[in-house]
Nanobody, 128 residues
Framework: QVQLVESGGGSVQAGGSMRLSCTASGGTIRMFGISAVYMAWFRQAPGKEREGVASIDRDGTTTYADSVKGRMTISRNNANNNLYLQLDSLKPEDTAMYFC?????????????????WGQGTQVTVSS
């Protein structure tokens, strides 16, 4: 019943920035808001496994993959139930389909792909 819809992807030159959005609705989100679930951003490039990028717990605690630490920031807006990923200093190796995910149960560790609900993804392409 929970639905996640990503937006904001596109093409950017290396060193540039983008902001991805994930609008959450329905189910637990409708009843209790986005802060009532655990959320994360994942990415997957063609021929590669899906990897966790960043997560945010119900209490606001964040976790980042080493490859993006210092360059990407996960945040949420509890008023409109949106999850965001700010991408800065982008590199060609950041090129991938980016997915948001949600789960009412805490994931340990938080960057493994065991989340119950997933969005359809938004493509990010970084050129040299």
């Amino acid at each position: 019943q929970v639905q996640l819809v990503e937006s904001g992807g596109g093409s950017v030159q290396a060193g540039g920035s983008m902001r991805l959005s994930c609008t959450a609705s329905g189910g637990t989100i409708r009843m209790f808001g986005i802060s009532a679930v655990y959320m994360a951003w994942f990415r997957q490039a063609p021929g590669k496994e899906r990897e966790g990028v960043a997560s945010i717990d119900r209490d606001g605690t964040t976790t980042y993959a080493d490859s993006v630490k210092g360059r990407m920031t996960i945040s949420r807006n509890n008023a409109n139930n949106n999850l965001y990923l700010q991408l800065d200093s982008l590199k060609p190796e950041d090129t991938a389909m980016y997915f948001c995910a949600a789960d009412p149960t805490k994931r340990t560790p938080p960057l493994l792909p065991g989340y119950r609900v997933w969005g359809q993804g938004t493509q990010v392409t970084v050129s040299s």
